[in-house]
C-alpha cells in the first residue's frame, strides 16, 4: 500500500466517525499538516483501542480507558479546528 492509499485510510477512519463533517475534514487533511497528525494519531488510538477490545486473556480495563481518553481529547480538538474553518 503506497503512502497516498494509507493516508486515505486513515482519513476515512477519522471521517467515518463524523460523517456530516467528512468532505471539510478531507479538504483539510489534504492542505493543514496538524489536522493530518491528529487524524493520523486518532486513527492509531482506535486502531489500538479495538485491539485491546479484542483481546480476553487479560483484564484491559485500564488501557482501555486511556485509549478512549486519548481519542475524545482528539475528537476534540479537531472537531474545534474543524468548525472554527467553517462548515463542510
Known sequence: MNGFAIQLRTAQVVMDRFPEKSQKILQLYRTVDHIRQICDDMALA???????????????????????????????????????????
Open 46 to 88: 482506535i486502531e489500538t483501542l479495538e485491539r485491546f477490545k479484542s483481546k480476553s486473556d487479560r483484564d484491559n480495563s485500564a488501557e482501555i480507558a486511556d485509549f478512549q481518553e486519548v481519542i475524545e481529547k482528539l475528537n476534540h480538538e479537531l472537531i474545534e479546528i474543524v468548525d472554527a474553518q467553517g462548515s463542510g
